[in-house]
Antibody, heavy 115, light 110 residues
Framework: QVQLQESGPGLVKPSETLSLTCTVS????????WNWIRQPPGKGLEWIGN???????KYNPSLKSRVTISLDTSKNQFSLKLSSVTAADTAVYYC?????????WGQGTLVTVSS | QSALTQPPSASGSPGQSVTISCTGT?????????VSWYQQHPGKVPKVLIY???KRPSGVPDRFSGSKSGNTASLTVSGLQAEDEADYYC??????????FGGGTKLTVL
């Protein structure tokens, strides 16, 4: 059974860098696309970007200047870094597998941007 | 403002059918075979119902079906059940380097 689990700080200060990790179990990360998606409280979903097992990345153009997604194949993990955060980046952050039709998703982790 | 337009709400009685629309442009929905639909219950993780416009993952009831005509994709829920009350989101690739979601539709089972 494939499972994904997000981890990282739940509170980040404005202007700092948000860093999250998604740990994958049940399948090697050396296949598939791996995504980050976020959902501000009470709002809809926003795709942040993805990384292919070969290392190629695609980012939401509205976030591209601030986003980096990377793989750690030795730990079967992939990571998200979002720089220069503001209150608008407060959201539940999900990781998910796939190119179209993300499945499965992690449980999500709430990240609050506040001083 | 979301890139894909969904009605904020939809409703139907148990046993009825409801269709939720997702309207984009020729740059996303109209030009993509990678349209997906997700169901999200309050406080829960989104679950994929449809991918690649019409395909249903194993375990998803065949009461859920997807289609596309021009720049509009649709999700039809047949034989509505109380458990179908949830938020529904569509998504589509916009070109090869961007994926966009709809704003979501709250489905109420009357």
């Amino acid at each position: 059974q494939v499972q994904l689990q997000e981890s990282g700080p739940g509170l980040v200060k404005p202007s700092e860098t948000l860093s999250l990790t998604c740990t994958v179990s049940g399948v090697s990360i050396n296949s598939h696309y791996w995504n980050w998606i976020r959902q501000p409280p009470g709002k809809g979903l926003e795709w942040i970007g993805n990384i292919y097992y070969s290392g190629g990345t695609k980012y939401n153009p509205s976030l591209k200047s601030r986003v980096t997604i990377s793989l750690d194949t030795s730990k079967n993990q992939f990571s998200l870094k979002l720089s220069s955060v503001t209150a608008a980046d407060t959201a539940v952050y999900y990781c998910g597998r796939g190119y179209s039709g993300f499945d499965p998703w992690g449980q999500g982790t709430l990240v609050t941007v506040s001083s | 403002q979301s890139a894909l337009t969904q009605p904020p709400s939809a409703s139907g009685s148990p046993g009825q059918s409801v269709t939720i629309s997702c309207t984009g442009t020729s740059s996303d929905v109209g030009g993509s075979n990678f349209v997906s639909w997700y169901q999200q219950h309050p406080g829960k993780v989104p679950k994929v119902l449809i991918y690649e416009v019409t395909k249903r993952p194993s375990g998803v009831p065949d009461r859920f079906s997807g289609s596309k005509s021009g720049n509009t994709a649709s999700l039809t829920v047949s034989g509505l059940q109380a458990e179908d009350e949830a938020d529904y989101y569509c998504s589509s690739y916009a070109g090869t380097n961007n994926l966009v979601f709809g704003g979501g539709t709250k489905l109420t089972v009357l």
